[in-house]
């Protein structure tokens, strides 16, 4: 089998899906399209899809106090919740009947967001310098923000399996307060919660016909 005829041939009907569709992140699930060996149905959702939550919430990452002045002057962040997820943008099951592996390339797009609720507007920038660095998590967009990221990806799928192929976002939820110290006493408070993208991921997972 020529793998590369293939590859080229999938990314173009794959492409079709989506342009049919209206929109890159409409909502798609034809019947099976049979290119070679493969046989494929497509999902590419409008609205990603938000699962695998992980709480990774630390004991350092929830502590009251972090560093401030000599006079415990300052804003901190004293976050209580940090999930991990993923926003799943397109799916894909495929199946190989044949006797060797095959590749499957696909145009996919992703959306890169950072949205919430982080205090004052006339705050934001510092108010999230703070919010990120006690996440330790690097956001791709500015506050506010969202886009569409488009790009080819490829998946090489098992000769006698069933493959679903993901791709999308890696996300962080979190939320907390931002806290104004003054001499060790509080004297402001602003309720966060935050969401944002922070780089793409993508998956495969097989099962034997």
Same mark, same amino acid.
């Given at each position: 089998m020529n793998i590369k005829m293939l590859s080229i041939t999938t990314v173009l009907l794959s492409s079709l899906v989506v342009s049919g569709a209206g929109s890159a992140f409409a909502v798609s699930q034809g019947e099976p399209i049979k290119i070679g060996k493969l046989k494929i149905v497509e999902h590419v959702y409008e609205n990603p899809v938000e699962y695998d939550f992980t709480n990774a919430l630390t004991k350092s990452d929830s502590s009251k106090i972090a560093p401030l002045?000599?006079?415990? !002057?300052? =804003?901190v962040y004293e976050q209580s919740k940090k999930d991990l997820y993923k926003s799943k943008s397109y799916e894909a099951d495929i199946e190989n009947d044949s006797n060797e592996n095959d590749t499957f390339s696909r145009k996919v797009t992703r959306k890169t967001f950072l949205t919430g609720k982080i205090g004052a507007e006339a705050e934001t920038k510092v108010n999230w310098r703070i919010i990120e660095g006690k996440v330790g998590i690097s956001a791709e967009v500015s506050f506010g923000e969202e886009d569409t990221v488009e790009t080819t990806h490829s998946w090489v799928i098992p000769k006698r399996t069933v493959t679903t192929v @993901?791709?999308?976002? =890696?996300? &962080?939820? !979190? !939320?907390? +307060?931002?806290? @104004?110290?003054?001499?060790?006493? &509080?004297?402001?408070? +602003? %309720?966060?919660?935050?969401? %944002?993208?922070?780089? @793409? %991921?993508?998956? =495969? =997972?097989?099962?034997?016909?």
């Amino acid at each position: 089998m020529n793998i590369k005829m293939l590859s080229i041939t999938t990314v173009l009907l794959s492409s079709l899906v989506v342009s049919g569709a209206g929109s890159a992140f409409a909502v798609s699930q034809g019947e099976p399209i049979k290119i070679g060996k493969l046989k494929i149905v497509e999902h590419v959702y409008e609205n990603p899809v938000e699962y695998d939550f992980t709480n990774a919430l630390t004991k350092s990452d929830s502590s009251k106090i972090a560093p401030l002045g000599n006079d415990m !002057t300052g =804003k901190v962040y004293e976050q209580s919740k940090k999930d991990l997820y993923k926003s799943k943008s397109y799916e894909a099951d495929i199946e190989n009947d044949s006797n060797e592996n095959d590749t499957f390339s696909r145009k996919v797009t992703r959306k890169t967001f950072l949205t919430g609720k982080i205090g004052a507007e006339a705050e934001t920038k510092v108010n999230w310098r703070i919010i990120e660095g006690k996440v330790g998590i690097s956001a791709e967009v500015s506050f506010g923000e969202e886009d569409t990221v488009e790009t080819t990806h490829s998946w090489v799928i098992p000769k006698r399996t069933v493959t679903t192929v @993901e791709y999308g976002s =890696k996300a &962080v939820k !979190t !939320t907390g +307060n931002l806290v @104004e110290y003054f001499q060790g006493r &509080v004297v402001d408070s +602003n %309720y966060v919660n935050v969401k %944002y993208s922070y780089k @793409e %991921y993508s998956s =495969k =997972k097989s099962k034997d016909l």
